[in-house]
């Protein structure tokens, strides 16, 4: 059984860090794209990064690029994404997704397996 499991969620001030993690099991990882997307209250799901196991040049949507970085640990199947200079508009409740590809329409269009999600919250 897929099984993504997210954390590392919570209330942080804007222009803080917070660092969420997502731990998968129940298929090969290094066969699957690992994405996490976002959704606010009110608002659409947002695709924000992936990372294929086949590439380790993330993908990142422009709304995070330059502040988020994906990285991905293999031998404990997990994937990072540390977000940095946070402010009150990511705050949204964060999801872990893997899928067979990494790219701008697998974030558009999500990915196969979902986790059930990481609250965040950005004070201002």
């Known amino acids: 059984e897929v099984q993504l499991v997210e954390s590392g969620g919570g209330l942080v001030q804007a222009g803080g860090s917070l660092r969420l993690s997502c731990a998968a099991s129940?298929?090969?990882?290094?066969?699957?794209?690992i994405g996490w997307f976002r959704q606010a209250p009110g608002k659409e799901r947002e695709g924000i990064s992936c990372i294929s196991g086949s590439d380790v040049r993330p993908y990142y949507a422009d709304s995070v690029k330059g502040r988020f970085t994906l990285s991905s640990d293999n031998a404990k199947n997990t994937v990072y994404l540390v977000m940095n200079s946070l402010k009150p508009e990511d705050t949204a409740v964060y999801y872990c997704?893997?899928?067979?590809?990494?790219?701008?329409?697998?974030?558009?269009?999500?990915?196969?397996?979902w986790g059930k999600g990481t609250l965040v919250t950005v004070s201002s």
């Open positions: 129940g298929f090969t990882f290094d066969d699957y794209a």
């Open positions: 997704a893997a899928g067979t590809a990494c790219s701008w329409r697998s974030l558009l269009y999500g990915m196969d397996y």
